[in-house]
């Protein structure tokens, strides 16, 4: 089963970040007009021919597919499975705004939900809460708890940790903007009659996501966490719940490790694996050599120059289930982009923004930098998901046309000095991504070239990632790239609401009036068949306004060690609280055998 999970952003390394602060977006942000500014016959935003998904799924992996061989035997619990974790985690509180994808991943061993998802039909299913009920009206929402369920302290869980969990993101000194905006129309919760073990939430106005978010609260212990500062405290970093793992210890730069929980409620799905070990393995290559000598037992995400000319090798196949699959951890998707800090003068006119999109060579860059693993993506939403405008082209690789757009900006080079400038402001500016990444790298380093060609002078800025975390959600940035981790039935208000833009997760301070209606509507519409004209009348809007450079789907490229049984891979990827290992192929005795390694 899956926990359900807020909608992140995640860099090309396969990190998070949420953000809350920074300046409020000038007042004549341009808004979009109805008319493409690109006249071609290519041009973005003319009907295209449906896109032909099943060729592409070709490469993919099938939902629900088992990797290896199905066995009759009796799983065996012990082991363990070592993971990667390509940056550390600030902490491991689930609420706050500074929670990455590293963090969220962990914490989904460690903190039960109300309701999950079903693996293989991502159907809701009760986990904490056993039974629920929907009014009518989808105004009020009534969950019955278990009462045999304890933290990993031995304290009972009940509706008064429920309750206060969200009171904590509701609490605007607490930094959870980014998880605040999904719960805004709620308007009282409470016990019912006094019950502990029964709560009742009811709501200003419907919103078709509800269910999702209430059910997908973590739910945190008041006895623990209602003490001391809530942002800073101590258990962030040394976290208690109620799930099927136990925080153990977390190393500093060396590795998280997680411990089965021996007092877990739900038998019917206790883990086998005895322990979770993340391994905080900051270089792509140096994490493939541990992986090839058997130290790591699952890679998320392979460099595409690893999976070419390494992982297809016949020794490394022996030893691993490899796959191609769209899905992260908890998501079916993601997309990759630049984002253009809207607050500074040279990013207001969209003009400009669709010339620097035009000066990006996306295609050559994904042939050759990622060997063609991925697809281009142009908006917001899952580009296999109906909500998705399968008739949107990309925007052109054209630097003769992004010149002209540039000049009817009012750029030009006045001085002769090979750089554009305007109003005595030269077009110079900083590109910020995270370090650690050579393919990220190598992207910046020929958009930086192309750039300069066109009269732009940009410089790249490596920044460690915590660093780099703080800069985007303080907002001191002049571009950026992440990407956006894409959940079931997701909606972009979180990214897109000018109400987002200040404390949220609405990085370039975006604003448009057409945009915040449509958005607004999404959420109270609960027929996807009349949501998916607004996803796709909005996906136009942002394909003109190009507030981002929508850049990649990338692939995620896999691999298992074989030793495991019952690897399943699903639309949201695989889950190793199936997974077991015969008695006699299992690696790690107990800590300080896995220790030595």
Not at 251 to 259: A, E, G, H, K, S
Not at 489 to 504: L, T
Not at 557 to 576: E, H, M, S, T, W
């Amino acid at each position: 089963m899956r926990k359900f999970l807020p909608l992140s952003i995640v860099t090309l390394l396969s990190l998070a970040a949420l953000s809350c602060g920074g300046p409020p977006p000038p007042e004549d942000t341009p808004t979009p007009t109805a008319t493409p500014t690109t006249p071609t016959p290519a041009a973005p935003g003319e009907a295209a021919p449906a896109v032909n998904l099943d060729e592409k799924n070709k490469l993919l992996s099938p939902v629900n597919e088992l990797l290896g061989k199905p066995t009759d035997v009796q799983p065996v619990a012990g082991d363990a499975v070592v993971l990667r974790l390509e940056q550390e985690p600030g902490h491991l509180n689930m609420l706050l705004d500074t929670a990455d994808a590293y963090s969220r991943n962990i914490g989904g061993y460690l903190f039960d939900t109300l309701l999950e998802r079903d693996n293989r039909t991502m159907e809701i299913v009760p986990a904490l809460a056993e039974q629920y009920e929907v009014a009518e009206d989808h105004m009020t929402y009534t969950f019955s708890l278990r009462k045999d369920v304890s933290f990993s302290d031995g304290t009972p869980l009940t509706g008064e940790d429920v309750l206060f969990t969200l009171d904590k993101i509701m609490d605007k000194s607490v930094e959870a903007a980014d998880l605040r905006n999904y719960y805004q129309d709620i308007s009282s919760y409470e016990l019912v009659d006094g019950d502990k073990y029964k709560i009742r939430f009811h709501c200003a106005k419907p919103y078709f996501k509800h269910l999702d978010m209430l059910g997908g609260i973590m739910v945190l212990p008041k006895h623990i966490y209602g003490t001391r500062d809530f942002n800073t405290h101590p258990n962030n970093r040394n976290p208690i719940g109620s799930g099927p793992y136990i925080f153990d210890t977390w190393d500093t730069n060396q590795q998280i490790v997680l411990r089965r929980n021996p007092n877990y409620w739900n038998k019917a799905r206790e883990p086998h694996i005895e322990k979770m070990v993340w391994k905080i393995i900051v270089d792509d290559d140096a994490a493939f050599q541990v992986l090839a000598r058997g130290d790591m037992d699952h890679a998320a995400d392979l460099t595409p120059e690893q999976w070419e000319k390494q992982v297809q090798e016949p020794a490394f196949q022996s030893k691993f289930y490899t796959y191609t699959s769209l899905s992260r951890p908890g998501y079916v998707g993601s997309f990759t982009y630049i984002a253009w800090n809207l607050r500074l003068p040279m990013f207001q006119d969209k003009r400009v923004r669709q010339a620097l999109a035009m000066l990006c060579d996306r295609q050559t860059i994904l042939d050759t930098i990622y060997y063609g693993l991925g697809e281009l993506v142009t908006g917001p939403e899952f580009s296999r998901a109906r909500e998705y405008d399968q008739t949107l082209q990309p925007w052109p690789f054209d630097p003769a046309r992004a010149k002209a757009l540039l000049a009817e900006a009012g750029w030009k080079d006045s001085d002769n000095d090979g750089v554009l400038d305007k109003d005595g402001v030269k077009f110079a500016y900083n590109y910020m991504i995270p370090s650690g990444s050579k393919e990220f790298e190598q992207l910046a380093t020929v958009y930086k070239e192309e750039l300069a060609r066109a009269g732009i002078s940009m410089t790249i800025q490596l920044r460690e990632w915590a660093s780099f975390l703080e800069a985007v959600t303080k907002r001191n940035f002049e571009s950026v790239s992440l990407s956006w981790a894409i959940p079931v039935d997701s909606e972009p208000y979180q990214i897109w609401h000018s109400s987002q833009s200040e404390q949220g997760s609405n990085y370039p301070g975006y604003r448009n009036p057409e945009v915040d209606k449509i958005l607004e509507d999404i959420r109270v519409e609960f027929d996807r068949e009349k949501r998916i004209p607004l996803f796709h009348r909005f996906h136009r809007i942002m394909h003109e306004d190009q507030a981002y450079t929508f850049l990649f789907n990338r692939y995620s490229l896999q691999a298992v060690d074989k030793r495991f049984n019952n690897v399943y891979l699903y639309a949201v990827g695989v889950d190793p609280r199936e997974w077991w290992v015969p008695t006699e192929l299992q690696r790690y005795a107990g800590p300080s055998k896995l220790a030595a390694q």
